[in-house]
Every structure is written in C-alpha cells, then in structure tokens.
DNA sequence: CAGTGGTCTAGACCACGAA
DNA sequence: TCGTGGTCTAGACCACTGT
C-alpha cells in the first residue's frame, strides 16, 4: 500500500488537474490540510514537496501555498540561426541584458577555447514574462573576436541576437552546438529564477564556431522546465542516408 | 545564517568532491551522522535529500547511503542519421528490447499523428552499462509504415538502429525533430532506472518524418540526468547567414 | 499584529537487506 | 536476527508577509 504522504500527492494532483482547485487559488494552510487528511504537518509537507517538484503547487513563505498558473511553455529552438528570435515582441518577454567585462576561468575558458585569464565580455540575460522571471542565460564573446557595443536589452532571450550582431563585424558562424543537460538548480539560480531547487531545469551550453573552428561565441542557458522546452530540427538530405550503412 | 541541514548539505559535498569520501563508500549510518552533526535525523535527513538530488549520493533502504560512483556520460547525439549508433559494443551496454503491438492512444497517436486505435508497433528499451540501468526508451511505428520484425537486443540505446531498418524497408526519412523537457522522473520511471525521484532526468520526444512529411517513427527516451547529456550540432551554410537580416 | 510556511526536535514503528 | 533507511507524530520556535 502507498503511504500516506503518497496518498494525499495522487488526492491533491487529482483536485489540481481536473480543476476543481483553480490556477492561481490559494491552498489551505498546511496546518488546516494535515487536519484534514488526519496526519501531522510534516506528512503533508511532503506531499507538497513532490507537487512543487512537479511544479503543480508554487510555495510562498509567509503567504501560503498556491495552485500554479500553467504557463506559455517557451521553445528554445537550436540548429543555430533558423530561430525567429524575434519571439520577445510576440509574447511580451522581458529581456534585461547586462554587460560585464571578465576574464576567462575555469567552465568559461573551456567553452570558448580560450587561455584563463583572458578577457571576455560576458552578456547575463534575464527574461521575464508578465514580471515572472523566466529564463536566465549567459552568453559570451572573446574580445579577440569582437567587442561589441554593451547592450540593456534585447529581442532575443537566448542570446540569439549577439550572433546577429557578430555577422554584422564580419564574423561568419560555420557551425553552432547545443549540449543539454537536465539537473537540478542551484540554490542561487532557483532565487533569479523564482522556482524551487526542487524543480528541474534544462541547461543548453551553446557553442558557434566560424568556417576555422574558432569558437567566436558561447552561451550557458538556465530554463526551468516547467516552463521551457528545447526543439531541433534536422533535414537529412538524401545522400545521408547511404552513408549510414 | 544558513539552515543546519544546508551547512551540512555543503560539508558532506566538500568531503564527497574532494575524495575525502570515497567513490562507492557507505556513509555512516544516518542516525550516526545525525548525532555527529548535534542535529535530529529527520534534519539530517533533510540534507541527504538534497545530495541524492544532485546524484552524489545513492540511498538503499536497508543497506545504507553510498558515495555515488562517478559514471560515464553518455551522449545522445541527436540531429538525425550522422550518429554513430554503435556504441553499445565500445561501452560495453545491454540494451534489452521488447516488442508490443499496441492501438495508439494519447500521447502515442498525437506523437505518431495517427488515429488513436489505429495499431503500432513499440519496442521498449532497457540500456544497462555493467548491470546498472542507464536509459529508457519507446520507440514506436504505425504498421502501415512498416511492419519490422520483432527485436530482442539492440546496439543503440536509441533506437538508431529502427531508423536504419526502416531504410531497409524502403522507408526514406527526410527530416527528424527533437523536443528536449527537463523534469523530475515518475515513480515508475525512477523504480526502472533504480535511481531516485529526486534526481532530474531529460526527456526527448523524437519524431521522424519521410519526403511526405509522413512520421514514419516515434520515440521518447528518458535519460538520467547525471548519466546522460545530448549534443545537437548544425553546420550552417553561409547562404543561410542571408535568411537571417 | 496574526497567519503563514521554514526549520527542527526526540522520539516511534515499519519494511527491507544481509548474515 | 539486527542494522539500515522509510515513514510518521506532536509538538516547538523562527522568519516572512500583509494588515
């Protein structure tokens, strides 16, 4: 037999999914929800623990607990420079970029392909919707590359638009790789991001390179996965298909 | 100040990065560290919580908590044909197919684009590296693509190889789309995986298509995510540099 | 201020695994 | 059988939120 903790998750999914607790309602206290399943606050805690996992419940110290709006899933769509990042105008994003000046250590000298201590110019986007933060990327530009103008903000929460501004300097992109992974947030990534620790995030490290495999950008994006999925598209050319045997 | 279970969560991820506790390792009984830490075990508990989350700790019931050892990542290459799908013999993985004829419901007839009922072969695939499970795949196709001989094992843990018996059968893919979601794994997916609920696991919705726009193919693949990674790389043609302004 | 969730205690009993 | 983790209790105090 399930346990009790168990039980109450299925009971409280079931009153969240089929609507009978609307998006946005407040849930009884904690307090009033122990009472009422019969079992004592830390039983019930965990139940809400897994349904803030799935990111069915948002929990606010002080407040209370509440039912999760669903939200406009975002599509980060990768295969390089296809995307339509004009996505922000569309759907009311909120892009705040912030410049910096730093030099490469450790993650970021590996992914550009460059000597630690070398400087680089770092972008951080935060992307908002409806004041709800909603992705956080960061994205990078060896100043032996270009140096760019600083920017505030952008039409593009993935960074999309720096390769843009890359072709207009003359720097060809020949290939772009996405690397993803799916973990779980750091403590002060769930704060930026508003979301709990306890839900999943999908990170993309992106990586552009031109026709001399140079990398001339890299980019490391944070999307909580309640919120955001990542899409690729290939056409395979016939002739591909010989070359597979 | 930091919470105790926190100041805890960091010193035994100190003790574990650092090799002071050794890969494979059991921890000390939970109500042997508790006291050592001067807190109760539920607290303590709090903490291990948070270490299995990000992988580096393994609970058993009954025999104790582990050091995680180290795995080897593996990747999912996706884009299309250009992967190299023999790596099950490298890395020495058991990949364990079984076969079900089923009538599409739901997610598989809105994945496949078929009618719901309409029949379609699944094959389930269990990928293990040294007994320990690995990833988790469902590959499915409409019978009236293709009707393949049922499988037993497999040297993808991807399901590459279907695609490349639908070549055989004269089934030409011309496009291939992957949709890539961070979450947190069912209770039946973490039983199968014999990891935790805790931990994130990345989910990949793939779908393949021929000339027609036909999907010829369907798949969704669970991987673990401190075990498993997925690499998308796109060569740009420098015509497309156009498209973009 | 009152009400909420966040953290924590010091126990208890049960289920599982290994010997 | 014994030691382990899994679940659970019935409280407690603190920190945060909104009034």
Chains 1, 2 share one sequence.
Do not use: C
Not at 21 to 40: C, D, F, I, K
Not at 106 to 125: D, F, N
Request: net charge positive; aromatic share 4%.
């Amino acid at each position: 037999m399930a346990s009790h903790y168990q039980e109450i998750t299925d009971d409280l999914r079931q009153l969240i999914v089929t609507g009978s607790l609307a998006p946005g309602e407040q849930l009884p206290s904690e307090a009033r929800l122990a009472s009422r399943y019969g079992v004592s606050v830390p039983t019930l805690r965990l139940a809400l623990d897994v349904l803030q996992g799935e990111g069915l419940v948002e929990k606010h110290q002080g407040r209370g607990n509440f039912v999760r709006r669903p939200l406009n899933r975002m599509s980060y769509e990768g295969g390089g420079l296809r995307t339509d990042y004009r996505a922000a105008a569309r759907l009311a994003l909120d892009v705040i970029v912030s410049t910096h000046e730093i030099r490469a250590q450790g993650r970021v000298a590996a992914l550009l392909q460059v000597r630690k201590g070398s400087w680089v110019t770092e972008y951080t986007y935060l992307t908002s919707q409806e004041r709800s933060p909603h992705s956080l990327a960061r994205i990078y530009v060896p100043q032996s590359v270009a140096t760019l103008p600083p920017m505030e903000t952008s039409r593009s929460p993935w960074g999309h638009d720096i390769q843009d501004r890359l072709a207009e300097a003359g720097v060809q992109l020949a290939s772009v790789t996405d690397r993803l992974v799916a973990r779980l947030p750091t403590a002060d990534e769930a704060r930026r991001l508003r979301t709990s620790t306890k839900t999943a995030v999908l990170e993309i490290e992106r990586t552009s390179a031109d026709a001399a495999g140079r990398v001339v950008e890299g980019a490391v994006l944070v999307l909580p996965g309640h919120r955001a999925e990542a899409l690729f598209t290939t056409r395979l050319p016939v002739s591909d298909l010989e070359g597979v045997r």
